[in-house]
C-alpha cells in the first residue's frame, strides 16, 4: 500500500525515516539540508514485539526504484 509519494526529479534525493516505538515518519531532500514530510508519525504499533505478543521479524527499510 503506498501511503506517500516524492515527486520524480531526475536529481539525486535523500531519503530520512525516524522510528520510535509506536510512530514512524518518512522524509526526503533533495540537498541533504532542507527535508521535506512525506509521512509524519504513522502508527507503528503493529510492528512492535509487545503488540504481537512475540518478535515478527518486522523490519523498516527504503525502497527506490529509477530507469537507471
Given at each position: 500500500?503506498?501511503?506517500?509519494?516524492?515527486?520524480?526529479?531526475?536529481?539525486?534525493?535523500?531519503?530520512?525515516?525516524?522510528?520510535?516505538?509506536?510512530?514512524?515518519?518518512?522524509?526526503?531532500?533533495?540537498?541533504?539540508?532542507?527535508?521535506?514530510?512525506?509521512?509524519?508519525d504513522a502508527d507503528a504499533t503493529s510492528l512492535s514485539t509487545l503488540k504481537a505478543g512475540r518478535f515478527i521479524g518486522a523490519m523498516?527499510?527504503?525502497?527506490?526504484?529509477?530507469?537507471?
Amino acid at each position: 500500500t503506498e501511503l506517500a509519494s516524492a515527486p520524480d526529479p531526475e536529481i539525486k534525493i535523500y531519503l530520512l525515516i525516524s522510528v520510535t516505538a509506536s510512530k514512524v515518519s518518512f522524509q526526503y531532500s533533495f540537498d541533504g539540508k532542507k527535508w521535506e514530510i512525506l509521512l509524519k508519525d504513522a502508527d507503528a504499533t503493529s510492528l512492535s514485539t509487545l503488540k504481537a505478543g512475540r518478535f515478527i521479524g518486522a523490519m523498516i527499510g527504503m525502497y527506490a526504484e529509477g530507469a537507471d
